[in-house]
T-cell receptor
Framework: DVKVTQSSRYLVKRTGEKVFLECVQDMDHENMFWYRQDPGLGLRLIYFSYDVKMKEKGDIPEGYSVSREKKERFSLILESASTNQTSMYLC????????????FGSGTRLTVV | GDSVTQMEGPVTLSEEAFLTINCTYTATGYPSLFWYVQYPGEGLQLLLKATKADDKGSNKGFEATYRKETTSFHLEKGSVQVSDSAVYFCALSDKDKFYFGSGTKLNVKP
């Protein structure tokens, strides 16, 4: 089975800190995605990547950046954390092609204080 | 643009009741359709999928049929269990991008 691993389940950070959320997948998937999930808002796409060193903005990229130096790893960076970035962050990967679903990680619940 | 609309929750049922969660979509191309389930404190797991019109996806007693004429992909289960309590997301994939519904929380009481 494909596994998508997010490095932390829970994180607490201070306002203004630079925060790194790490995601690693083990099945050589081309595509990787970062979402945030908030009550009443569902899942919103932050950034995605279809290849190494490639990145595309999703629907809500402001305040975030990403890095994909290796195919298996996709990092989400909060340049200067703010309280409105308190959320559940979900990483996903896919093989590509419309018929394939995503495989999600277990999520990182980030609290910014 | 593409979008997914699903019924708002929460949906509260007694054990062994019949479940329907409605999902309709708008798409410009020929999407694949999915249902994902999220148990408390977890990420999303793929529950079932259908890749073309009239396909039926099924898994763990859940079913959904891809209805192009009504642009729907309703999730059904004949007899729910307490362990089915979770949030269910309808989604479509079109041109390698996913669009998720807002999720429907299901509570099943013993």
């Amino acid at each position: 089975d494909v596994k998508v691993t997010q490095s932390s389940r829970y994180l607490v950070k201070r306002t203004g800190e630079k925060v790194f959320l790490e995601c690693v997948q083990d099945m050589d998937h081309e595509n990787m995605f970062w979402y945030r999930q908030d009550p009443g808002l569902g899942l919103r796409l932050i950034y995605f990547s279809y290849d190494v060193k490639m990145k595309e903005k999703g629907d809500i990229p402001e305040g975030y950046s990403v890095s994909r130096e290796k195919k298996e790893r996709f990092s989400l960076i909060l340049e200067s954390a703010s309280t409105n970035q308190t959320s559940m962050y979900l990483c996903a990967s896919s093989l590509g092609g419309v018929e394939y679903g995503y495989t999600f990680g277990s999520g990182t619940r980030l609290t910014v204080v | 643009g593409d979008s997914v609309t699903q019924m708002e929750g929460p949906v509260t049922l007694s054990e062994e009741a019949f479940l329907t969660i409605n999902c309709t979509y708008t798409a410009t191309g020929y999407p694949s359709l999915f249902w994902y389930v999220q148990y408390p404190g977890e990420g999303l797991q793929l529950l079932l999928k259908a890749t073309k019109a009239d396909d039926k996806g099924s898994n763990k007693g859940f079913e959904a049929t891809y209805r192009k004429e009504t642009t729907s992909f309703h999730l059904e289960k004949g007899s729910v269990q307490v362990s089915d309590s979770a949030v269910y997301f309808c989604a479509l994939s079109d041109k390698d991008k996913f669009y998720f519904g807002s999720g429907t929380k299901l509570n099943v009481k013993p």
